[in-house]
């Protein structure tokens, strides 16, 4: 892949059709799955996420001088279990979203217990391709922990956990943080471990994307609650003005709106500098931290 990559949607067309036939392929299941589970599954999966998850798996694998396409494996994992998370939380006992990335939310589209098992089937896929797929099995098992870690009680499902406690309650920035560090943050620092992991990065390269992930997955959640007050429906996928409805406690609540800018751009700052060492072979990830800041979906 070159790295010259200008911007997000030149560096998500380079990789687009890749990720999405892995999508496709990860999420047949053939006989033995329900008809109805298996449309509720891809419903929700192939419908137009950013994929920014993958593209952080194939870009740290590619800044640490591994072939993206060994990474492909990984990069469908991670967007199985985020695609999961979505799904789980649109539920009506948690977020009770009936719109995502543009379509009605999986329960919405078929029924809550459907929704629920295809996130289940989901989160189980994501292992099975790990284990089956990534080579040597050292490696692959070394993935399947950090993925299982990242993705259950002490990250993203504690700190979604701890977000549903918090609703209609004051909490401090700390308390934010600390939710936010493991429900969204967590996830992507993940996703750059696994592409390191498999580019048999050494652990300078790996503590590195580590310090980038952390202030992106900071970063992206400011910028996910800037878009929740100030964005637009139609460009988001799915209903804004959601958090204050709900008493959620947020960046801009808590810091008002210029603030919270000022500090996501600050930590893309700080995440752009831990990858000085690698120059200009690290364009794409820059591009990507460029990208959280300016989103607008
Ligand atoms: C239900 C176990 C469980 C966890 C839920 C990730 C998560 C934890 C909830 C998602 C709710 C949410 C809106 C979180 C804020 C940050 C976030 C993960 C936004 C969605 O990610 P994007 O913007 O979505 O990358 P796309 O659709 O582009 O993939």
Redesign the pocket.
Do not use: E, I, N, P
């Given at each position: 892949m070159s790295t010259i990559v200008a911007s997000f949607d030149q560096l998500a067309s380079l990789h687009r059709d890749a990720i999405e036939e892995r999508l496709v392929r990860y999420s047949t299941f053939g006989p033995g799955c329900p008809e109805r589970l298996q449309a509720a599954i891809q419903h929700s999966l192939l419908a137009p996420?950013?994929?920014?998850?993958p593209l952080l798996v194939l870009s740290a694998a590619q800044v640490c001088g591994c072939d993206p396409r060994e990474a492909m494996p990984a990069a469908g994992a991670v967007e199985l279990i985020?695609t999961y998370?979505?799904i789980?939380?649109d539920l009506p006992a948690?977020?009770d979203d009936d719109m995502?990335?543009g379509r009605p939310s999986c329960h919405a589209a078929f029924d809550e217990g459907t929704a629920i098992l295809a996130g289940d089937a989901l989160l189980t896929r994501a292992f099975e391709v790990l284990a089956a797929e990534l080579r040597p099995a050292d490696v692959a098992a070394q993935c399947c922990v950090e993925l299982a870690r990242a993705a259950g009680a002490t990250a993203?499902?504690g700190?979604?956990s701890d977000d549903l406690a918090a609703e209609g309650k004051i909490g401090s920035l700390e308390e934010l943080e600390a939710i936010h560090h493991r429900?969204?943050g967590a996830?992507l620092i993940v996703s750059l471990r696994l592409g390191a992991l498999i580019a048999r990065a050494d652990n300078d390269q790996v503590s590195r994307l580590s310090a980038y992930g952390r202030d992106l997955g900071l970063a992206?959640?400011i910028v996910?609650d800037l878009l929740d007050t100030c964005g637009e429906t139609a460009a988001i996928?799915k209903k804004t003005g959601q958090d204050q409805e709900r008493g959620k406690l947020t960046f801009p609540a808590l810091l008002g709106e210029a603030e919270s800018r000022r500090r996501a751009s600050a930590l893309i700052d700080a995440a752009i500098a831990q990858l000085s060492p690698w120059g200009p072979s690290a364009a794409p990830l820059i591009t990507l931290a460029q990208f959280v800041l300016q989103r607008k979906?």
């Open positions: 996420g950013k994929r920014l998850r985020h998370s979505l789980h939380d948690m977020d995502r990335r993203m499902v700190g979604q429900k969204t996830m992206f959640q996910d996928g979906r």
